[in-house]
């Protein structure tokens, strides 16, 4: 058993008002350490020490937040397998598939890096009589991050690394599910000579966040996770005169036209629909298949490969697929399967009968599952399952496939397979989702783009990180300059204009 405090002020300090919660290790349903959850006080300590800490952070030189981001750059590759078994222990996702978080996450590390390039200003020179006029980008003072639990650490890189190396003091609250990685990276930034105050972490449920977006003291929030909460955060935080982005759930389709290569899109819906046991924002959970013929031969070859799936606890060698995050998610996405199958889909490979790797029968398994046959009106189709479940909808041409991803309220990630430049270039161009690949399972932006999706997959004008992220942390500042001169004339008490 372990305890999890905050980390304020370059240390470890404990929750106050007496509340916690339990850690579980999913793949047992074990608890195996607990977290201190925040009161409104542990907050507001956070934040007071933030503010002190951003009059120096946000005045101190470009290039020595830049060799600090470097250096924690260094550690985190030097701790990588410590972060990649808390990921693994508490999230429960398999070791392989936590490294690659890992790596997408410290790529927005390296991108932070590059900010002095990032924050160049613009300049123009003599737009009057001796005036020039420039525009930079500052800092905003103390602000936020909110993260889910499915990406313990790259989801909360995704912010951090940019916010703090644009000169912003940070309070991460991240999943109370799985708390550890959040601690680690805050020790590594005090190792990598981050000064105190600078990124600070509360852990904390409803309490916490309530707070946080009345909180006078916070300029600005980002969030990530569901789309009820997302959309909560969002009216929540605006009305209390932050900044806000909020990124909510997904429904992300694909589409397989008849001309795809279909053992190239079976390769790589597999991993995009159960990689994580599809706890990803991206996964690929509906699977729109255009024409009977490419439906059957897609699901038998589906079938094939996903009930070969090694599903085991994450920590153990050779396991493909790990346990669902809760007891109750676990619960949940099984009744949804059943509510799928009354509903008239045909339930092709069931992962309800997973009995759970040899003792570990008490964790949190779901085995990979399709659904044939379903149709828009079920809740299999409508809501976001977050588990190892790829629904197949059979549609008639490419117009009615479109259809359908028009008209679903999220518009996270989607996808097509064709060998068609035509119908691809018409897919990108008109379709209302964020994120789109072509013959590209998981379409997430590298570092030096932004991600964000459209529709009630976001909340907010800005997505997250890259150059969308420098404008979300930083605010702009014109500056009109002329100097005194001896070819100066009188007073003009006319509008100012360029002549
Ligand atoms: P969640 O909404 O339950 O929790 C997210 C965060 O909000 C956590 O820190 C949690 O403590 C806090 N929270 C939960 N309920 C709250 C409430 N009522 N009031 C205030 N704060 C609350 O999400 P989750 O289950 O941790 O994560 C899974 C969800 O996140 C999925 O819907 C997934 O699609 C989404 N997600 C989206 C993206 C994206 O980029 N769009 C990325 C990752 C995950």
């Known amino acids: 058993m ?3 405090d905050h980390y304020i002020g370059g240390k470890n300090v404990a929750a106050t008002g007496g509340r916690s919660a339990p850690i579980y290790d999913p793949s047992t349903g074990q608890v195996q350490g607990e977290v201190g959850l925040a009161s409104t006080d542990d907050v507001d300590t956070a934040v007071e020490t933030a503010a002190k800490a951003f009059e120096s952070w946000s005045d101190t030189g470009l290039m020595k937040r830049v060799s600090i981001m470097f250096k924690f750059r260094e550690l985190l590759e030097q701790n990588r397998d410590e972060l990649c078994e808390h990921i693994v222990k508490e999230h429960g996702k398999v070791w392989d598939d936590a490294m690659g978080e890992l790596t997408r996450g410290f790529e927005i590390v390296e991108n932070a890096c590059g900010i002095p ?25 103390v602000v936020c991050s909110i993260t ?28 109370e599910r799985d708390p550890s990685c959040a ?4 020790r590594l930034f005090s190792e990598a000579g981050l000064p105190d105050g600078v990124f600070n972490v509360v852990h904390g449920d409803k309490v916490a966040v309530d707070h946080i977006l009345k909180h006078n003291g916070i300029e600005a929030v980002s969030f990530v996770g569901s789309t009820p909460v ?85 920590m153990s060698a050779g396991n493909e697929m790990g346990p669902l995050i809760t007891k109750e998610h676990c619960a949940r996405v099984k009744g949804l399967i059943s509510e799928g199958e009354k509903d008239g889909a045909k339930v092709v490979l069931d992962g309800r009968t997973f009995e759970g790797p040899d003792g570990k029968e008490d964790g949190y398994f779901c085995g990979p599952t399709i659904l044939d046959n379903v149709t828009k009106d079920m809740s299999v189709y409508k809501e976001e399952i977050f588990g190892p479940v790829l629904v197949v909808v059979r549609v008639n041409s490419y117009g009615d496939a479109v259809k359908l991803v028009q008209d679903h309220e999220y518009g996270n990630g989607t996808c097509i397979f064709t060998r068609e430049g035509d119908i691809a270039r018409n897919f990108t161009r008109k379709i209302k989702v964020g994120m789109v690949g072509v013959n590209v399972p998981l379409p997430v932006p590298l570092a030096f783009h932004s991600f964000g999706g459209w529709k009630r997959s976001i909340f907010g004008d800005h997505h997250m990180y890259g150059p969308e992220g420098v404008r979300f942390w930083t605010k702009i500042k014109t500056v009109t300059s002329r100097w005194p001169t001896s070819i100066m004339s009188g007073a003009n008490l006319s509008f100012p204009s360029s002549d």
């Open 2 to 4: 372990y305890k999890i």
């Open 148 to 175: 889910p639990f499915n990406f313990p650490a790259m989801v909360p890189l995704w912010t951090i690394p940019l916010a703090i190396a644009c000169g912003n003091t940070f309070i991460l609250k991240p999943s």
């Open 183 to 186: 601690n680690v990276m805050a």
């Open 230 to 314: 997302a959309e909560y955060i969002y009216h929540t935080g605006t009305a209390n005169n932050k900044r806000v982005q909020a990124l909510g759930g997904a429904k992300n389709h694909a589409i397989i036209m008849p001309d795809a290569d279909i053992d190239q899109a079976v390769d790589a819906m597999i991993g995009a629909a159960f990689g994580s046991a599809g706890e990803r924002c991206m996964a690929l959970s509906v699977a729109v298949a255009v024409g009977d013929n490419v439906a059957d031969e897609m699901i038998t070859k589906i079938k094939d490969q996903a009930e070969n799936i090694k599903v085991g606890c994450g």
């Open 117 to 141: 390039e990032m924050l160049k200003g613009e300049f123009s020179e003599q737009v009057g009589s001796g005036i020039d006029v420039y525009n930079t980008r500052q800092a905003l003072g």
